[in-house]
């Protein structure tokens, strides 16, 4: 990925902003997912699966899967790819899943 400088789109960003991830303030910005502010700081997972504790983080990025599952101001099963960050948001890893049936 090209710096913001070298970027012949020239991007114009808007003000950054403070989420909470697992505890730790965050920069984020408007109109970016949740994945997209994990990813940004090196997270690759924040999720594991209830019963072998695997990891899992983005993986379809469309919202067609359920691995990238996790809790934003206290509502859990909240799909990273899809939430877009709002200032204040409280972000937190999830084990397992809410959803009914499987190993999700």
């Known amino acids: 990925m090209a710096p913001d400088r070298q970027d012949p789109v020239e991007p114009r960003y808007s003000a950054e902003f403070a989420v909470e991830v697992d505890g730790a303030h965050v920069a984020a910005r408007a109109g970016q997912t949740v994945a997209a502010v994990l990813m940004s700081i090196g997270r690759t997972s924040w999720r594991s699966t209830r ?3 695997r ?4 993986f379809c990025g469309i919202g067609a899967c359920f691995d990238c599952l996790l809790v934003v101001n206290d509502v859990p099963d909240v799909r990273a790819c899809q939430r877009v960050v709002g200032p204040g948001d409280v972000i ?3 084990h397992g899943a809410e959803l009914p049936g499987g190993e999700a």
């Open 51 to 53: 019963q072998n504790g």
């Open 55 to 58: 990891p899992r983080g983005l």
């Open 92 to 94: 937190r890893a999830q």
